[in-house]
């Protein structure tokens, strides 16, 4: 009788020891054996910034066929009788070249003026102030504004941006920059000048007019999207005077 509780005594502990190994060591699936599968963690993704304000689209105006770039000679404009009064652009200490006369929307025959507009008649002077450098005067911005501006389907601000935009999307050749001296050339020769600082400008986007003998603007036509863009009927209104004066930048 001893011998057989011997016998079961002796199985009973082989069966615990066999137990507690398995509790210890547990089978585990053949993929996991010494190599447990990586966790994949997807990064959140990241938020686009907001345009920066020099890289948001431009507008783009409703209502028209085309803009017309309006550019003053400003030394020829402060020798009329208008401009001997305008303080804010002429004067001894007033050294301006090329301004800005306006940025005019235009059909392919004659053009719209004074629309009707939402917005105010009066540019404040804390928007004009950003343009004085292009066009120095306020009585100018509101005058281009109530006349061409409401009819360009945009803001009062995002018509200056645009008219800012065409400004600088446009080259002044090396005569007219801040030129020291009279100067005297063909309205031709000086269309020419501008075609070849402009890729893509031809002579048929574009006229010089003159007031008497001298420059008195020059027309740069564009798409809404501010591409050059041939206007025959702009382009007939060109100088026929076989040569012009420049006058001298005052300083």
Known sequence: MHRY???AAFVGLMIAAGLMIFLQDPIVPSWDVGDTPAVIVQAAPKPVPAPAEGTKPLPIGQGFDFYVLSLSWSPSYCLSDEGEG???QCGSSKAFGLIVHGLWPQYEKGYPESCASDQPDRVP???G???LDIMPSMGLMGHEW???GTCSGLSQADYFRVTRAAFEKLKIPDTLQQPEIRQTMSPDGLEQQFVAANP???TKAMSVTCDGERLEEVRICMTTDLTFRACEEVDRKSCQRSSITIPPVAN
């Open 5 to 7: 509780y011997g016998i």
């Open 129 to 131: 102030q950003h343009y």
């Open 86 to 88: 305008n303080q804010q």
């Open 125 to 127: 002077d804390n928007l």
């Open 200 to 202: 893509g400008l031809s």
């Open 146 to 148: 109530r006349k061409h």
